[in-house]
């Protein structure tokens, strides 16, 4: 007899590779990566990897009091602000609709436009599953975004795919060795953000109007990002740590581990 009670505890996460030198993260609003993965942001451009940020919105519909038109110049401003202080200086707005972000054709080139121009080894993303984990539902852009991101990344790296976008040097861009879904409940690979907890805090931090209009009671940023990267650390031996699940686009690379 086995107590139902008791769950197997989640597998050990691998490390994941860090032997590459550039970036890109992709996601659908200004906090996403501020949510778990900016800490391990952090600590890469810390190892002196160049890593951009793409938001395909602005999170103009994302504070219920204000006008999107205001909203977005406020995010957009809290988003650079949240990047600089894990340093990410680049940081790009697509202008897709917030809310109601539709996969398709248009996004897909918007995507391997982006990604042609920065050449990344690894692309980044937000978790694009249905849900969180039990219990918690994954948010619609998310899922249009990443689901985007993964073929986006591919159509980059053929030439007959938005051709159109092949003009004044731009070329096509096949380099991608994997994408790397942030805060995946499937994820098998970790990142230990122990030493850079802090700015992770801070990155977050700098979301303020986006915190304040959310109208949480009591929500203390360093306390949730405590208990997500707790839980994950655990499974890496570290005190703190990041979760992703890696998508590899090297053909028979499984998971690069
Ligand atoms: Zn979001």
Redesign the pocket.
Known sequence: MTDPSTRPAPPPLKPLPEDWSKALAI???P??ME?GAAAAIARWTGQGKEIGYVMVTS?EAGIDGLEPGECKRIREAEQIESARIVGVDTVEFLGFPDGVVEYGVALRAAIAAVVRRHQPEIVIT?NFRDSFGPGALN?A??IAVGRAVLDGVRDAGNRWVFPEQLVDGLEKWGGVRAVWAAGSPQARHGVDTTETFEAGVDSLKAHRAYIDGLGWENFDEREMLEGFSRMTGTRMGVAFAAGFEVYSLVWGGGDED
């Open positions: 996601v659908a609003h906090d996403d949510f999170g937000g948010q852009d998310h």
